[in-house]
């Protein structure tokens, strides 16, 4: 790789002879302020906030267009620069409204953030101020203000050059310039709400996040999106044990800084639904009835022990994780005896050129390597299926998916004498169950999950269960810790007494005379990296924030 040597702030760097000022000094931590530059899009120096002293050059640069050169001298902070940054902030505000105290962006907005570093804190302009169009619908997930935007232009390059399509462009000119949908156009491609991310001011904002929360007053916890095999990087927000929104999260090896509008707006409405199972249910006279853990627990156990190994049918997951996963073969192989064990794979999509995957599924990839699949002699899905309809398969043990919705499985279940599943919430095949057992979400749960490209990723909890709320009750922390875990992080909203699978399949095992020695997901993990040879050498914390890929040598694809 080429490189030159510049000095920037009296600090000599080698640096790549193709980046421009703003990159080279970004990548030596020097910040230089930018509005309309992003790293993932096009230059297009709009607004020129990021004006450099260069020397020997006659006028201050833009460092977002201006490439480096040898021996170039790049002051960033001289007060040459500043003045001229002072003076650009002040036009940027000339017309911008005073709209902070209602505005949804405020506390993550880089313009109200630059106007305490860099601006002089007062105006001198005493007119009117030019007014525009405020809560235009610019698209069915978007609500654009026209007074807020300064035309950095970063979402109409946004439309064009990763999402593919030209919906947005400016019309109009001087301080009359605004942004409007292209002719016949709206913003609704897959991935309009990024715009709302890339939006260094408050002008383009989330539909259904608005006015919901200050960001001030939620937690953020980094995750993993189940809506695809993608399984980009996310923040969730949290407020009151409730999830508010879905933030992508940068990970050039998976989803870059980006996500798309099904998974920020539709893969976690179930955590907070009314369907939500809240605890362990039994069949009693026809009717699911609460009951205690112990008893469903009992009653799982009693009823797999009344039936013959090759009568026995378990369906995992390729929504649970790659821990909950695991621990469900190991108990088919070791407590049940049975090699009729699979999971459903039919949960394709469309796709497309950018993120989206066809499996809708987060982790296929991860269930099939820890061993959810036919033993040899054992039962695939379609064959389990076709057994229960044959009256082969007499009870079935399925956890966290909801296989009587696939076609031609419902009808199959009466013929079943014995159902227990694993379920966040209540569905088609809950309907059918004669135990039911209150499973955790992605999003209460710590753990992995294996995307397509067999990258091993993890998930943290984001909002917390009884379980989690009793540990923590009996964790030595005083008083003050108490209450700022129960009430900053998590608040006082709905608790579910549910818990992760794998720790369901270790308490059943348990009462079946077979002891689990899981304590954690940790623990789990770290068995799996023992014995399963694609995770070899892997731990939670080598898999970290960004993922680690599998040992490509030793798994299929």
């Not at 970004?26 to 096009?42: A, D, G, M, Q, T």
Request: a neutral charge; one cysteine or more.
């Amino acid at each position: 790789m080429p490189t030159v040597k510049i000095t920037l702030d009296g600090v000599q760097l080698e640096v790549d002879n193709k980046k421009t000022i703003i990159e080279a000094a970004r990548e030596n931590n020097v910040h230089i302020p930018h509005f309309c530059w992003h790293e993932k899009l096009s230059a297009s120096g709009n607004c020129r906030i990021c004006l450099v002293e260069v020397e020997k050059m006659p006028k201050l640069a833009i460092a977002c267009m201006t490439q480096v050169a040898e021996g170039m001298i790049v002051h960033t902070k001289n007060e040459r620069v500043i003045n001229a940054r002072e003076a650009v902030m002040e036009f940027i505000l000339i017309n911008h409204p005073l709209d902070c105290p209602i505005c949804d962006e405020a506390g993550e907005c880089k313009l109200q953030d630059y106007a305490y570093k860099y601006s002089k804190g007062f105006s001198r302009f005493i007119d009117d101020k030019n007014h525009k169009e405020k809560r235009v619908e610019i698209g069915p997930r978007v609500m654009f203000d026209a007074e807020r935007c300064i035309s950095c232009s970063r979402c109409i390059r946004f439309c064009d050059e990763v999402a593919g399509v030209h919906q947005l462009q400016f019309v109009q000119r001087g301080d009359r310039v605004t942004i409007e949908t292209f002719p016949g156009e709206s913003l609704d491609n897959p991935y309009s709400m990024n715009v709302v991310d890339i939006c260094p001011v408050g002008a383009l904002t989330n539909k259904e996040f608005r006015f919901k929360s200050r960001v001030w007053e939620m937690s953020f916890t980094d995750s993993v999106c189940s809506g695809c095999a993608r399984g980009c990087n996310i923040e969730i927000g949290v407020r009151n044990n409730e999830i508010l929104r879905l933030n992508p999260r940068k990970n050039d090896d998976v989803n870059s800084v980006w996500m798309c509008d099904h998974g920020r707006l539709e893969t976690w409405k179930h955590v907070n639904a009314e369907t939500r199972i809240k605890s362990p249910m039994i069949r009693k006279e026809g009717q699911l009835v609460e009951v205690g853990w112990d008893e469903a627990i009992a009653k799982t156990a009693s009823e797999l022990k009344s039936f013959g190994k090759n009568e026995i049918a378990l369906l995992g997951s390729a929504y649970a994780t790659n821990e909950d996963n695991y621990v469900f073969a190991k108990f088919a192989r070791e407590v049940l005896g049975t090699k009729n064990i699979d999971f459903a794979r039919h949960h394709s999509g469309a796709d497309d050129a950018v993120l989206i995957r066809a499996d809708k599924t987060p982790n296929a990839t991860g269930a099939e390597i820890v061993g959810v699949h036919p033993a040899d002699g054992g039962l695939s899905f379609e064959k389990i299926i076709a057994g229960i309809k044959e009256g082969k398969i007499k009870a079935v043990y399925a956890m966290e998916c909801d296989f009587a919705s696939l076609p031609g499985v419902e009808e199959a279940l009466s013929k079943l004498e014995f159902l227990a599943v694993h379920a966040s919430n209540e569905n088609a095949t809950t309907k059918h169950a004669d135990v039911v057992f209150a499973a955790s979400t992605y999003a209460e749960k710590n753990g992995t999950i294996t995307n397509f490209q067999q990258r091993v990723q993890r998930i943290r909890p984001a909002v917390t269960t009884l379980e989690q709320d009793r540990a923590m009750d009996n964790f030595e922390m005083s008083r003050w810790d108490k209450f700022a875990a129960h009430n900053d992080k998590w608040g006082k909203g709905p608790r579910r007494d549910a818990r992760p699978s794998w720790k369901i399949v270790a308490s059943i095992a348990g009462v079946m005379g077979t002891k689990f020695k899981y304590n954690t997901a940790d623990d789990v993990f770290n068995e799996i990296c023992q014995k399963v040879e694609g995770f070899k050498g892997l731990s939670f914390l080598k898999v970290g924030k960004k993922g680690a890929l599998l040992k490509q040598s030793t798994v299929t694809a």
